[in-house]
């Protein structure tokens, strides 16, 4: 169990974009290393024509960069062509809420992100894995068979999420799954597909928005007509309801009514703009990440994986 202590980075580098001057290069730990500003450019296409991805791969001379971006801020990570860029990444992300991307002394904050992802691939491959008393205990009872198979359970909102592993390993949805990716990496889980999920093609991201548009004029500008029930009077009426909204006045016995009184027996949209009232709106699926708009593909795109004990047929 050794394959995750192979991956160590070569250099850490800060760049950001100014939307004059394009990418700038700030400091870098160890301090020999160079960054040019050809190889920012590439490094920033890599998060996309719009900065809108968060982790980007890149393809320099010296190496493969895996780069977290918080517009307009950078952090570039360079390894060997050969080494698993997939450990960096997951790093990366437990590493970045810990970085003070309004630093005053990048240098020091530089070598101490370096430092600091160099300890979480230490905690989070190998024999140090295993320390964690959570995955312990998960692999444990894999093992045993009092856990068959960690299933993935797909929400539109947020990302896929591990529910039977929660008790093991938080409730941090996105760290259960990296764990769960250290624990494949090292051989000890391995993966399978399991359903499909929503996965945009442009940015591959899983974070949607729902958006409703009026079937006859394609307009957003929507309200959302209630048929509710009256306590007051027990006549149903209709009302529109809106953000920031206490009560309402029924149209029968004219009596407010407070909102969280009120039993909702319909809703039908309305559109503002052409005044069409229709149950059936047209339904846009959009990625919350780049704004491209999600067809068919895109809904059934991605691959959900579930993880087995890798010698449970043994």
Excluded at 109 to 114: G, I, T
Excluded at 240 to 259: G, I, R
């Amino acid at each position: 169990m050794t394959k995750g202590k192979d991956t160590v980075p070569k250099a850490i580098f800060s760049i950001w974009w100014d939307d004059k001057l394009g990418p700038m290069v700030g400091r870098s730990y160890p301090e020999t290393m160079i960054l040019s500003s050809e190889e920012a450019v590439t490094v920033f296409m890599g998060h996309g024509s719009n900065m809108e991805i968060s982790v980007g791969y890149s393809k320099i001379a010296s190496g493969v960069v895996v780069s977290y971006m918080r517009p307009p801020n950078c952090i570039a990570i360079l390894l060997d062509n050969e080494e698993n860029g997939a450990i960096i990444e997951r790093n990366l992300l437990r590493l970045a809420p810990t970085i003070d991307f309004d630093s005053d002394a990048w240098g020091k904050e530089l070598e101490k992100a370096f430092h600091g992802l160099t300890d979480l691939i230490n905690e989070t491959t190998g024999e140090e894995l295993l320390l964690n008393p959570g995955v312990k205990q998960l692999v444990g009872d894999m093992m045993n068979g009092r856990v068959a198979t960690v299933f993935p359970k797909h929400v539109l909102k947020a990302t896929v999420r591990y529910p039977n592993a929660h008790e093991y390993l938080g409730n941090d949805d996105e760290e259960v799954a990296r764990l769960l990716k250290d624990l494949e990496d090292e051989e000890i889980l391995e993966s399978r597909t399991y359903g499909r999920k929503v996965e945009c093609r442009q940015c591959g991201d899983s974070d949607i928005t729902i958006e409703l548009l009026c079937p006859s004029c394609s307009s957003n500008d929507i309200h959302k007509v209630y048929t509710v029930f009256c306590p007051k009077c027990s006549n149903q009426f209709q009302a529109v309801l809106v953000d920031d909204l206490a009560e309402v006045t029924c149209m029968t016995c004219k009596q407010p009514v407070k909102v969280s009184e009120l039993s909702i027996i319909d809703v039908e949209p309305l559109c503002n703009k052409c005044g069409t009232a229709s149950n059936d709106p047209k339904i846009v699926f959009k990625c919350a990440t780049c704004g491209k708009q999600l067809k068919g593909a895109d809904l059934l795109s991605g691959t959900g994986l579930a993880y087995y004990f890798r010698y449970a047929h043994d």
